[in-house]
């Protein structure tokens, strides 16, 4: 099992920039697979980006070229650098790991909320 605390989210502009970490304990070594998800209010939980066992790297297409996420090799967490930020990227920003073999996450972490003014 693996611990997932998400901290960063805040409040800021239209353009402007955030960066998310989500500190992991537990089994980490064990669970390579990370992921952060985002939830707007009324709307379904959405893969914002995902690290996949090997490194790989993804993110949906709305967020290309303005996000980055990466594992750092000192203290395992995974942060999230966002810049360019849009209003529709306001959301819960969650950090998931665990990934079984169906490609489910079952590790959450609580959550940090980021809105971004117009």
């Known amino acids: 099992q693996v611990q997932l605390v998400e901290s960063g989210g805040g409040l800021v502009q239209t353009g402007g920039s955030l960066n998310l970490s989500c500190a992991r304990s537990?089994?980490?070594?064990?669970?390579?697979?990370v992921a952060w998800y985002r939830q707007s209010p009324g709307k379904e939980r959405e893969l914002v980006a995902a690290i996949d066992w090997e490194g790989n790297i993804r993110y949906v297409d709305s967020v290309k070229g303005r996000f980055s996420t990466a594992i750092d090799s000192d203290t395992k967490a995974v942060n999230l650098h966002m810049s360019d930020l849009r209003p529709e990227d306001t959301a819960v920003y969650y950090c998931?790991?665990?990934?079984?073999?169906?490609?489910?996450?079952?590790?959450w972490g609580q959550g940090t909320e980021v809105t971004v003014s117009s």
């Open positions: 998931a790991s665990c990934r079984n073999f169906m490609g489910n996450y079952y590790c």
């Open positions: 537990g089994n980490v070594d064990s669970a390579k697979a």
